[in-house]
């Protein structure tokens, strides 16, 4: 079954990142125009992720009882109409509203997807199909700056956001017609509901733990690269395309990390991703020219393919003790909380000091993360 129901669940998490991607290369420069601090970029950024983080473990434990199917036909029909928002914005607040519903959306989309494969991958093949999830989630993201980046400049910022929104119309359409209810939801409806602070599993907290400071330093990179990267006189064509190769990297690679997170300890996999990915954001700041730029994030997006889905499917092994949508929305959740803090942060270092140092801090960050990690997992053999 999953081999019939992964093209459609696919294009809802592929059509939910390239919404967000499209923004990615628009959104810093945008609120640049209007005057706003750095502060301002940073809260910006950050509302999508804070409502996101609130409402994605709700929905993970209500998908675990009532199904997934409407949830993400719900969540893609307000990524649609939310998309309007962004056309009629014309201060920094009323970019932080759109952000903030558009997280909601987000919280019924992409983390019930993944639980949707999570339920339907057979053991043993967690990597494979997880590497294949994440490939549409990063391909969206990919895509979306180039596709963002070029619409705007030949259209305008008005075409691009209705694309977007169009885009995710179409996804949800197919949902609603095509995607049947997945059969697990049964075995989950039997399955005691637990309070997460009631996971006890060291995995379950590790891979929080890792995801949530990770992302905290992270969460940064995503509002300041293109500033960055405009300071050292890019137009926002060539930051489409930095983006998108450092995506698109992933996007490829990562069905292999999948096959090699089959064989090989998904563990070792998740820290080795951990290491590289901070050494990596020191060399960004470190970086002077387009080139540089594009090599870094080159190499950055292939360790990321290499980790992701052994963490991922760390996450579908833990979901099946604690259900598939819970445990999900706790590492979405982690992520969230972290991205939505992370450009807040980065945003106070960036004005306090200088924008270079708003990757260091990343570093740092992923390096704690990881070490949480490795604590918390030091018993786990898998």
């Not at 999953?2 to 390239?18: A, E, Q, W």
């Not at 962004?86 to 952000?99: D, E, I, M, S």
């Not at 996804?171 to 049947?180: D, K, R, V, W």
């Not at 393919?305 to 999900?328: I, N, Q």
């Amino acid at each position: 079954m999953i081999r019939k129901v992964f093209p459609i669940l696919g294009l809802c998490v592929f059509s939910s990142t390239l919404g967000i991607g499209i923004v990615s290369p628009l959104l810093p420069l945008y609120v640049k125009d209007m005057g706003a601090t750095g502060i301002w970029l940073g809260i910006i950024v950050a509302a999508y992720f804070a409502s996101n983080s609130i409402a994605t473990p709700i929905a993970g434990r209500l998908s675990d009882r009532r199904g997934r199917k409407i949830f993400l036909t719900v969540g893609l029909v307000a990524y649609s109409l939310v998309s309007l928002g962004y056309v009629f914005a014309h201060t920094p607040a009323h970019l932080a509203l759109v952000r903030l519903v558009q997280g909601l959306a987000g919280a019924v989309t992409i983390p019930i997807a993944m639980a949707y494969l999570g339920d339907l991958a057979p053991e043993g093949e967690e990597g494979k199909w997880m590497g294949y999830a994440n490939a549409t989630f990063f391909g969206g993201f990919g895509f979306g700056p180039l596709m963002g980046g070029i619409l705007t400049e030949h259209f305008g910022m008005t075409v691009t956001f209705l694309t977007m929104g169009g885009l995710n119309l179409l996804a949800a359409t197919i949902a609603f017609l095509f995607l049947p209810e997945a059969s697990q939801r049964k075995a989950d409806a039997n399955t005691p509901l637990l309070s997460f602070k009631e996971f006890s599993s060291g995995v379950v907290k590790g891979l929080f733990s890792f995801r949530l400071v990770q992302a905290l330093g992270t969460g940064g990179i995503t509002a300041f690269l293109p500033i960055f990267a405009a300071s050292l006189g890019m137009s926002t064509s060539l930051i489409g395309i930095l983006l998108t190769v450092n995506i698109l990297s992933v996007t490829v690679v990562t069905p292999l990390g999948g096959f090699i997170a089959d064989r090989f300890s998904r563990k070792t996999l998740t820290i080795l991703g951990g290491i590289l990915g901070a050494v990596l954001l020191v060399t960004i700041a470190l970086a002077g020219n387009f080139v540089q730029l594009l090599v870094v994030l080159l190499i950055q997006g292939i360790g990321t393919a290499l980790s992701m889905p052994a963490a991922t499917a760390l996450v579908v092994e833990e979901g099946r003790k604690f259900g598939m949508g819970t445990t999900m929305s706790v590492f979405y959740l982690a992520m969230g909380i972290g991205m939505a803090l992370g450009p807040i942060i980065s945003g106070g270092i960036a004005d306090a000091v200088d924008v270079s140092w708003v990757f260091y801090f990343g570093a740092i960050m992923g390096l704690i993360g990881t070490g949480f990690f490795m604590w918390f997992t030091r018993h786990y053999r898998g």
